[in-house]
């Protein structure tokens, strides 16, 4: 007997899986500089690998979520940062998000047959190259209280860490530095990234930066481009000594890490209110011969059964 919509609200079986301190918040002392540092650890296994993609997308959507994860650790109050990519490629759609608490979670939709002309022509392609052109959008979603703000532009350079650096460029007010690394390792795929951020100076005064402002954003930057992808994804180095080996000169502060976790919000109730809604002849096409019909969550790749008949519909 399926069980009725409103007596079903679990979660469906995915991982409840937390990885403490998977976001480092830091800053340089007397400096304009704030940064974060996100290694998702085991938790870049677990989301990625619900997912058959190819490798090379693999790669962006683990990049994609380490830094909607860096970027929600800035979030004030309850919300989400969600990351939106809509191209011409053959990646068609990424999303991820990442809520104030450090739930992650992603899709990619992929058009497989232009996905297979790619790789067979260009076996590593870059971010670019599987989403085309396009638009990048970056929400945050604050709940009904709080304006939705979001900032959109067009897809501009090779990765997306280079398209990131380009949003915060051309739509927001400060500089970013942004590296995202994703790859599969000994332990499996790590994904991590490490965004600095160019906070303006006391009074928050956007008017006058003084020259040395300047160079201590320089420098840092530089020293961040010297931090390289095995370091970042490497699960034997800690933070850190890691963020110690970067910064140790430039008066690191180090705040409170923050966790990061299995994010889908999927439930079996709200897909049975998404069916709800379909007229009639569209659930007699999505049944299968055994009488069900099968919702598949994109973002965390979970079945859903619902037998065709207990699905009440709207009025025709
Ligand atoms: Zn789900």
């Known amino acids: 007997m399926e069980k009725p919509a409103f007596l079903d609200?679990?979660?469906p079986d995915v991982p409840d899986l937390v990885v403490p301190g998977g976001v480092t918040p830091f800053y340089l002392a007397g400096r304009p500089v704030r940064g974060r540092l996100v290694r998702l650890g085991v938790l870049a296994d677990t989301l990625l690998t619900r997912h058959d993609h190819p490798a090379p997308v693999t790669r962006l959507a683990g990049k994609a979520l380490a830094l909607v994860a860096a970027l929600a650790s800035a979030l004030k109050f309850q919300g989400s940062f969600s990351l939106q990519m809509k191209g011409d490629?053959?990646?068609?759609m990424l999303v991820a998000d990442c809520t104030n608490t450090g739930a992650l979670r992603f899709y990619a939709r992929t058009d497989d047959e232009a996905l297979a002309a790619l790789l067979e022509?260009?076996?590593k392609p870059t971010d670019r190259e599987l989403l085309g052109n396009g638009y990048m959008a970056l929400t945050v979603d604050q709940g009904p209280e709080?304006?939705?703000h979001q900032g959109i532009v067009e897809i501009a350079g090779d990765d997306l860490s280079a398209m990131a650096m380009h949003y915060f460029?051309?739509?927001?007010?400060?500089a970013c530095?942004?590296?995202?690394?994703?790859?599969?390792?000994?332990?499996g795929w790590r994904a991590g990234g490490l965004v600095l951020e160019r906070i303006a100076g006391e009074g928050g005064s956007h008017v006058v930066?003084?020259?040395?402002?300047?160079?201590?954003?320089?420098?840092?930057?530089?020293?961040?481009?010297t931090l390289s992808t095995k370091e970042l994804l490497d699960d034997s180095l800690p933070t850190l000594q890691l963020l110690h080996r970067l910064f140790h000169e430039e008066d690191l502060h180090v705040s409170q890490p923050r966790a990061l976790a299995f994010g889908c919000r999927c439930s079996r109730?709200?897909?049975?209110?998404?069916?709800?809604?379909f007229p009639q002849d569209d659930l007699d096409h999505m049944c299968q011969d055994d009488g069900n019909i099968v919702m598949t969550c994109e973002f965390c790749n979970v079945d859903f059964r619902f037998a065709r008949k207990n699905i009440a519909t709207q009025a025709q």
């Open 146 to 148: 709080m304006d939705r």
């Open 89 to 92: 490629g053959p990646v068609s």
């Open 121 to 123: 022509e260009t076996p």
């Open 169 to 174: 460029a051309s739509s927001e007010q400060h």
């Open 209 to 225: 930066e003084d020259e040395a402002a300047e160079a201590s954003w320089e420098t840092a930057t530089i020293l961040a481009g």
């Open 9 to 11: 609200r679990d979660r």
């Open 177 to 187: 530095w942004i590296m995202l690394a994703c790859q599969m390792t000994d332990a």
């Open 269 to 277: 109730a709200r897909l049975a209110n998404v069916l709800e809604t």
